[in-house]
Structures are given as structure tokens and as C-alpha cells.
């Protein structure tokens, strides 16, 4: 699976956003606007840095494919110790 610039990733029926402290309104529009005109918000996940899950409206998305997207859409450095945030 390729990482879709700048910081999207898709698994499955599932797409992630992340937005991390720093990010400017015009980098998160961005990747909003490469989701899907379908996607529908499914939750958010973290706390300094957060990950956005999309997916589908219809309710397809189980809670393995929603955790497998937001597990692979996270980098080594965000579980680095003093990351300077």
C-alpha cells in the first residue's frame, strides 16, 4: 500500500487523514478534498497528532478494516519519545 501525499492513507473502504500540531488549514483541506464524495466521518484517533477514519455511509466498515487503517496510516516517529511537540 502507497502513502498518498501529504499524509493520507487508504485501507480498503477506509481513508486517514492525519493532522498533526503545525499542519496549516490549506494542508488538512487538502487531504480532506482527495476523499472520496461518499466518504463519511467514522472517528478520531489520538491526541497530539490525530488520525481522521472515512468511509463509507453505508455501514460496510468493520472495526478490524477502521483499526488496520489507523495503525498503518502511523509513522515510527509518531511513537518516538520527545517528538518536540
Not at 13 to 42: C, D, H, I, N, Y
Not at 61 to 68: C, P, Q, T, W, Y
Not at 74 to 81: I, K, N
Request: charged share 20%; no cysteine.
Amino acid at each position: 500500500m502507497s502513502r498518498v501525499p501529504p499524509r493520507k492513507k487508504t485501507a480498503g473502504a477506509v481513508a486517514t487523514v492525519k493532522v498533526s500540531p503545525g499542519m496549516t488549514a490549506a494542508e488538512l483541506s487538502e487531504q480532506v478534498e482527495r476523499l472520496s464524495a461518499g466518504a463519511v466521518f467514522l472517528g478520531g484517533f489520538g491526541d497530539a497528532g490525530v488520525v481522521l477514519a472515512f468511509g463509507p455511509a453505508d455501514g460496510s466498515v468493520s472495526d478490524r478494516d477502521l483499526l488496520a487503517a489507523v495503525v498503518g496510516s502511523l509513522a515510527p516517529e509518531d511513537f518516538a519519545t520527545g517528538r518536540g511537540r
